[in-house]
């Protein structure tokens, strides 16, 4: 099992920036690869950035390429989310998962945390 918590959300307005954090324990040897996906109210929840086992891999939605920065720290078994630039339609609850798997597809990752919000203001 791994427990993730993710931390770093608030409230800011439009082109700030936030760092947001995703924390795992457990079987923390692993690393596994790791996903960033945020839901806003009323819709589903979408894909944001990807970052694989070592770091060098990463993928990222579009609508976001260019503002969000996804890394990983293994040493602190913490992956990162730096989003600059913020916009109003940014606004969402951000998750971050992870499997062994690496995908980056929502259904298919097993361990979830909890979620942070992210409310940016125009």
């Known amino acids: 099992q791994v427990q993730l918590v993710e931390s770093g959300g608030g409230y800011v307005q439009a082109g700030g920036s936030l760092r947001l954090s995703c924390a795992a324990s457990?079987?923390?040897?692993?690393?596994?690869?790791t996903g960033w996906f945020r839901q806003a109210p009323g819709k589903e929840r979408e894909f944001v950035a990807f970052?694989?086992?070592?770091?060098?891999?990463?993928a990222y939605a579009d609508s976001v390429k260019g503002r969000f920065t996804i890394s990983r720290d293994n040493a602190k078994n913490t992956v990162y989310l730096q989003m600059n630039n913020l916009k109003p339609e940014d606004t969402a609850v951000y998750y971050c998962a992870a499997d062994p798997e690496g995908t980056l597809l929502a259904p298919r990752y097993r361990f979830w945390g909890q979620g942070t919000q992210v409310t940016v203001s125009s």
């Open positions: 457990g079987r923390t040897s692993s690393n596994y690869p």
């Open positions: 970052v694989g086992r070592s770091g060098p891999s990463t």
